[in-house]
């Protein structure tokens, strides 16, 4: 079979024991995630996965952020080093979990973890302003005084205490998305565009430089699946199914959403930024630049929602959404 996904997993689904997760209890996690995606492998499809690191980079700048007031005189990491220092822990984590369950099915355990940058407009609205929430929860007073020594910009986070908040540009080209499409055609599961990619601008002189930010791993997602011409983009997050009317009486959780829905809802609010909104944003972009069809679901619900008993399916139009894990699946 010759059928391409992109499969986003959140950099929270590593954190299955908290935020305070060893990483014992995150090699744990992804063990749980290489055997759905490995099933998908022998079911006929060739997988680029694709994963977040909100969590983790935020921990990565804590870490040096504490080490610059002990010892000032040691290298302070801005963000995209902070990024690409994510992308080589968690690739780590994630490759050699795939490439061990891989060989426990006696499949050849073809995986590369590559280090991907992602091209921003330096022009993006979104560096004069910082929505992205990183890092860990501070009390107000903690905050201000954070915020004047590093120059941060901060917000109070859903009553959770006070948090540093970065841009979040949108992605305009992945460099390496030719390596990633060249090691996908040749049986190579490939994990890629770590943390939505480490941000660069492009300078006047043909060169890349590095920016503070962190680019949504979802959108970043979408784009690659769109450029791979991927026939399933799967963005995984913390309930199996979307809903409507979330945490209420009248919750509904839908099988299938048309791309007018979807837009329909995320225009009355169904779909809120912080949590579900930005999905939904990524799947409509795939669908709007030709994608086939997207699946949202939770990783430990993947297989079953590719055969149809779960999750939400996102579609061009309102029609039926196939079981796509047997082999016989178009």
């Not at 540093?164 to 490939?190: K, N, Y």
């Not at 048309?258 to 329909?264: G, K, L, Q, V, W």
């Amino acid at each position: 079979m010759n059928r391409t996904a992109v499969v986003a997993i959140g950099g929270n689904a590593l954190l299955q024991g908290g935020a305070s997760a060893t990483i014992a209890e995150q090699f744990d996690a992804a063990r749980s995630l290489a055997s759905s995606l490995v099933e998908m492998i022998e079911a006929g499809w060739r997988i680029v996965v694709t994963h977040g690191n909100g969590p983790q980079v935020g921990f990565i700048k804590r870490r040096s952020d504490l080490v610059a007031e002990l010892a000032p005189e040691l290298p302070h990491l801005d963000l995209d080093m902070c990024v690409a220092d994510s992308q080589g822990s968690l690739g780590y984590i994630l490759a050699s979990s795939l490439g061990s369950r891989l060989r426990e099915r006696g499949v050849p355990d073809r995986v590369a973890a590559l280090l991907t940058h992602t091209v921003v407009d330096a022009a993006d609205p979104a560096f004069h302003q910082p929505t992205k929430p990183i890092g860990g929860f501070y009390p107000e007073d903690d905050a201000r005084r954070l915020a004047d020594v590093h120059h941060w910009t901060i917000a109070e986070d859903s009553g959770r205490g006070w948090r540093r908040l970065v841009p979040s540009p949108r992605p305009r080209r992945i460099v390496e998305q030719e390596s990633i499409r060249m090691l996908a055609d040749g049986g190579v599961l490939v994990v890629a565009a770590g943390g939505g990619g480490i941000p660069v601008v492009e300078t006047p002189d043909g060169r890349y430089r590095g920016v503070e930010a962190v680019i949504d791993k979802d959108l970043t997602s979408a784009h690659l699946a769109t450029k791979l011409g991927a026939d399933l983009l799967v963005i995984t997050t913390g309930v199996a199914q979307v809903a409507v009317n979330f945490g209420r009486p009248d919750q509904q959780t839908l099988d299938r959403l048309s791309a007018a829905e979807a837009r329909r809802h995320l225009a009355d609010g169904q779909f809120p930024p912080g949590s579900m909104g930005p999905k939904i944003e990524a799947a409509l972009q795939f669908l709007d630049e030709g994608g086939r069809r997207v699946l949202i679901t939770s990783p430990d619900e993947l297989v079953n929602a590719l055969g149809g008993s779960t999750g939400t399916w996102l579609l061009p139009s309102d029609i039926e959404a196939p079981a796509l894990l047997d082999s016989q699946g178009a």
